[in-house]
């Protein structure tokens, strides 16, 4: 079956940085787009950043660009999101998620990792 697997989650001080890493095993990974998504407390599901099957195209949302960066290892079947100068306003779970090439919606999402940023 299908296993997306989040790691690297933690806590840390405003302004330091963490790498997560979602692990996907299950599916031919170099046909699926993948995401990173958060889900704060209360709060909607909501997409950080997004790359291509390849690895060619991503998209960042504005509050992360400059800060955050995707990244995926194909040969891995991982993803990567790098987050620098980390705010408390990051602090949530952070969720990974894979879409089949071209597909409309995520089929698979990985079970979450914390990330917590303290002022």
């Known amino acids: 079956q299908v296993q997306l697997v989040e790691s690297g989650g933690g806590l840390v001080q405003a302004g330091g940085s963490l790498r997560l890493s979602c692990a996907a095993s299950?599916?031919?990974?170099?046909?699926?787009?993948m995401g990173w998504f958060t889900q704060a407390p209360g709060k909607e599901r909501k997409s950080v950043a997004v790359?291509?099957?390849?690895?060619?195209?991503?998209y960042s949302q504005d509050s992360v660009k400059g800060r955050f960066t995707i990244s995926r290892d194909n040969a891995k079947n991982t993803m990567y999101l790098q987050m620098n100068s980390l705010k408390p306003e990051d602090t949530a779970v952070y969720y990974c998620?894979?879409?089949?090439?071209?597909?409309?919606?995520?089929?698979?999402w990985g079970q979450g990792t914390q990330v917590t940023v303290s002022s």
């Open positions: 299950g599916l031919t990974f170099n046909t699926y787009d």
């Open positions: 998620a894979a879409k089949y090439y071209g597909g409309r919606s995520y089929d698979y």
């Open positions: 790359i291509s099957w390849n690895g060619v195209g991503t």
